[in-house]
């Protein structure tokens, strides 16, 4: 774009500048209602500098904060949610690199109809899969544990990460196929000492972006599970919704910090993958 | 001995067939060479005969030994690619040892082998780099090495120079001669490029549509092409072919041109005389049109024509003048001046004139 | 063959063939399932007699369904054209070639990071009269400055588009930057020449270029808005009372709270259907668009 007069840049700047305000604002405001007492907040609102620093909001919400009935805070739906999110993520990234590769570099009869299925299973409301997810778990004796979320996640995130993935080693020239054919490889060794060495962008933006949504979800986690066995995020729900006393803002902002911390942080350190990810996924 | 036979060999892509019952007998140690302008089925004859690819009808013999069935690595041949095909996670030394490990090779013979070959390109200083830190010519010596280290039967060259720039390209193109004269190798190689054909095969196989127009020596294929496709394929800038119509004189035959005017002295030809009064296609390369002053054995005759327009391109001038009411191409000596518009006299010689039939478009003479 | 190289063929197949039916097998399965459920009389436990179109009747009657599906009206209308204003404003803004860009860039996608249960919560303190926006202006002095919606039965759905926008408007703008950055570049020094103001240029050599695009994002956005159901959640509930609810709410809402799964299911049909009529019709554009560029290669 051609440069713009002086006025014209003054503009851009302070539209951009309000703009990233309106952004900005829910996280600022979280992170300050976190450091803020809860007499602090409910005195002036939401909406304030803390008068005086409370650090104390973040040892209180991790290890004491009451959530329906139980009081020892927000550390075991943290790692609960760990523990769902971690395994699921590595098993549906690793299924959909090796099920991408076969999609997208050994032909098989019927591999555009897969393909097509898995484009379906992407765009298919939640909803449509509660109930049966609910036998299935029932029967195989998982409803209400964390691996009984591992596997909804898991095998839903297939779907996404096999399409992903096949869009990606699309990419591969035929001729190093054609090459490692001639060489002898077969199947396995293509996938392990080709394919394999040139996926680490792939396979990172596919982590992050499993990571996120499966941290982030929260009706499969507040059907599967109850009580402490519940990832953050249904907890968070349950937290904001206690009426019986008065609101401690405080503590929930802390919880609501300590919820989005790790996406974030991911988000931080891997900005430029999310992006990727981003525009990879819709020019499909 | 025949090193590859290929035998009626038919491929077809749904109901469009791409090869049309190719018969081709390549001997040990011939450097053949497969070139047509693009879709004649060249690469796909050659991934055939590598095992990539099955003909729908038709055999392929390596060494004696029919391929039927036989994969691509059980065949013992190496393949060049035009994007060299390295695999970018692996070194160079990796690159080349890839295929012994994945046949199980002892390590001391794969050791063995790299440094071999690594000697003969003079890549040794490269063994431990990766293909992203090497140039073009690095890159294509390193993919001749991988198909060297497995000294195979028959090696496959699949438009290995097209992603070279032009200097680059001469240069490696001695490189594959030098190669090929040092080790005597088989070698099937394909391209687009008429030059780097005419160069480097001791036979060609023009190809089009599928079929092979002609398969001979390049001698040959560029002064008797088999046909009006190879006359006009082979050749920079191409063969001139112009209706004329046969007649005689006193026992010799002439074949004058559509203006009536100019009549050249045909060259001894056994079927030529068949054609008497007939119209057939007369070919001339553009070298056989010179400077009026030039003399040929066998009698030199004089024409004169209208010049359209000169490319002076250092060495010579190529000249395009009105010829008997036809565009034609002539080159001559670069000091020759001449001027479009002006008309001026050319030295034919007609040696080495070739007929071809209009109708069926084959060598008469 | 031997047995090595035999063993060789068949163990791929065995490794990926595995997954592959998992996948789509849960997904015929489970949606056909879904589908047949909705034609039961299950109520809170699936049961399997035929019950015809009962459900889908019972459910287009109810006072949950109406209200949810123009909520989704509303919300998707609002949704779609206020993410893709802002989407499309940021990204102009940022193709200016202004400086820190990768630090509103950063700041513009973060929302994307952030679960919407976490948004839903922090934008419901915001706009909570008492305790948000209202209080803080309140308290400056502007006594009589009322932005109480949360808690208004006419203006609950608006806060959930302020909250959808507030946390999709990244994603368009950065689909949308990358189709402003696609442009030819010659085609914008061509039209430079041609003497171009720089509105012109957006307006009709810019943005008819990235149309594809456009419906790309909005189609995206759009099944996001039939979607919803974390926001609500925990924005406002569905409420005050059912003032904010939304189709995928009802679904959850008469499945498992009030035990009549197969209104439920039907309702979950009802709302892969309102999908459909979105996904279906790009899908076949998609196409149409793909045969045409190949047919004038």
């Given at each position: 774009m051609p440069d713009r007069t002086g006025l014209a840049r003054l503009a851009i700047h302070t539209t951009l500048i309000l703009l990233a305000g309106f952004f900005l604002v829910p996280l600022l405001v979280v992170v300050l209602n976190a450091l803020r007492s809860n007499s602090d907040i409910a005195h002036t609102g939401v909406i304030g500098l803390p008068r005086e620093l409370t650090w104390s909001n973040f040892s209180r919400t991790w290890s004491s904060y009451c959530i329906s009935e139980h009081c020892d805070g927000v550390q075991p739906y943290f790692w609960n949610s760990v523990r769902m999110a971690v395994p699921a993520t590595a098993i549906s990234t690793m299924l959909g690199a090796l099920n991408g590769y076969s999609l997208a570099l050994w032909r098989f009869r019927g591999d555009t109809i897969v393909f097509g299925i898995m484009t379906l299973g992407v765009f298919l409301p939640e909803q449509m899969r509660l109930v049966p997810w609910v036998i299935v778990l029932r029967d195989l004796g998982l409803f209400n544990t964390i691996s009984g979320l591992v596997l909804i996640h898991t095998v839903q995130g297939i779907s996404f990460t096999t399409l992903f993935c096949r869009n990606y080693y699309t990419s591969i020239p035929a001729d190093l196929l054609k090459a490692a054919r001639i060489d002898g490889a077969g199947f396995f060794r293509i996938f392990g000492r080709i394919v394999l060495p040139l996926s680490p962008p792939i396979l990172i933006v596919t982590v992050i972006w499993q990571f996120t949504g499966i941290w982030n979800e929260y009706l499969y986690g507040v059907t599967f599970s109850a009580g402490e066995q519940q990832p953050i995020t249904a907890a968070l729900i349950a937290l904001s919704a206690r009426l019986s006393e008065a609101p401690q803002y405080g503590e929930q902002s802390a919880a609501v910090l300590l919820a989005a911390a790790p996406t974030l942080v991911v988000y931080l350190f891997g900005g430029r993958y999310f992006l990727r990810g981003l525009t990879a996924g819709a020019v499909k | 001995m025949s090193a590859l036979t290929i035998r009626d060999v038919w491929k077809r892509y749904g109901s469009a067939p791409v090869l049309k019952g190719v018969d081709l007998d390549i001997e040990s140690g011939e450097f053949a060479i497969l070139v047509g302008p693009s879709g004649c089925g060249k690469s796909t004859l050659l991934n055939i005969i590598a095992g990539l690819d099955t003909a729908n009808q038709g055999s392929i013999e390596i060494g004696g030994r029919r391929m039927d069935g036989v994969a691509a690595k059980d065949r013992d041949i190496a393949m060049v690619f035009q994007s060299y095909a390295l695999y970018p996670s692996m070194t160079v030394r990796g690159n080349m040892t890839f295929g012994m490990e994945c046949r199980g090779v002892p390590k001391r013979q794969r050791i063995e082998a790299v440094d071999r070959v690594a000697r003969l390109l003079q890549i040794e200083a490269l063994l431990d780099r990766k293909p992203s830190q090497l140039s073009g010519g690095q890159r294509q010596r390193v993919a001749m090495g991988r198909a060297l280290v497995r000294d195979p039967l028959l090696f496959l060259f699949d438009e290995p120079l097209s992603n070279l720039d032009a200097k680059l390209r001469v240069e490696m193109r001695m490189e594959i001669k030098r190669l090929h004269q040092r080790i005597g190798s088989t070698i099937v190689y394909v391209t687009h490029d008429q030059i780097e054909a005419m160069t480097l095969a001791t036979r060609i196989a023009v190809m089009n549509h599928g079929e092979i127009q002609q398969f001979a020596d390049p001698d040959t294929v560029y002064n008797r092409p088999a046909n009006l496709f190879v006359a006009r394929f082979m050749g920079a800038p191409p063969m001139n072919t112009l209706p004329v119509r046969v007649t005689e004189e006193r026992g010799q035959l002439h074949a004058s041109l559509q203006d009536g005017a100019t009549c050249l002295k045909l060259p001894l030809m056994e079927n030529a005389a068949t054609y008497v009064g007939r119209d057939v296609v007369l070919g001339i390369r553009p070298e056989c049109i010179v400077e009026h002053d030039r003399r040929f054995d066998g009698g030199t005759i004089q024409v004169e024509a209208l010049v359209e327009m000169t490319e002076p391109t250092g060495a010579e001038t190529i000249v395009v003048i009105r010829l008997g009411g036809h565009e034609v191409l002539a080159r001559v000596a670069p000091d020759v001046k001449l001027k479009p518009g002006e008309h001026a006299r050319f030295a034919v010689d007609t040696r080495k004139i070739c007929l071809f039939d209009p109708a069926t478009e084959q060598l008469i003479g | 063959m031997t047995l090595r190289e035999r063993w060789g063929r068949v163990l791929p197949h065995l490794v990926i063939w595995p997954p592959i039916v998992i996948s789509c097998a849960y997904v015929l399965v489970f949606s056909a399932w879904t589908v047949w459920v909705s034609f039961t009389r299950s109520t809170l436990l699936p049961e399997y007699s035929w019950a015809g179109w009962r459900n889908y009747s019972t459910m287009l009657a109810t006072r949950n369904w109406q209200i949810a599906y123009t909520n989704l009206f509303i919300y998707g209308v609002c949704f779609v054209v206020f993410t893709m204003a802002v989407g499309l404003l940021l990204a102009v803004l940022i193709d200016q070639r202004v400086r820190a860009e990768n630090v509103y860039r950063a700041i513009f996608l973060y929302p994307l990071a952030v679960s919407f249960v976490v948004t839903g919560t922090v934008w419901g303190w915001l706009l909570n009269p008492t305790i948000g926006v209202q209080s803080l202006v309140r308290g400056l002095g502007w006594t009589s400055f009322r932005f109480d919606w949360l808690i208004d039965r006419d203006m609950a759905i608006y806060t959930i588009v302020i909250a959808g926008v507030w946390q999709a408007s990244g994603f368009a703008m950065a689909l949308l930057l990358a189709g402003l950055r696609s442009v030819d570049a010659d085609l914008l020094k061509s039209a430079q020449i041609d003497g171009a103001g720089p509105v012109r240029m957006y307006l009709r050599v810019v943005f008819p270029t990235i149309g594809p695009i456009f419906i790309a994002v909005l189609v995206m956005l759009l099944q996001f808005a039939i979607k919803t159901y974390d926001l609500v959640v925990a924005l406002t509930a569905g409420g005050p009372g059912l003032a904010s609810t939304l189709p995928s709410v009802v679904v959850y809402d008469f499945m498992?709270?009030?035990?009549?799964l197969a209104e439920g299911s039907a309702a979950a049909v009802m709302l892969l259907a309102s999908l459909a009529i979105v996904l279906v019709p790009y899908g076949l554009y998609r196409r149409w668009q793909q045969r045409r560029a190949g047919s004038h290669a």
């Open positions: - | - | 498992f709270q009030r035990g009549e």
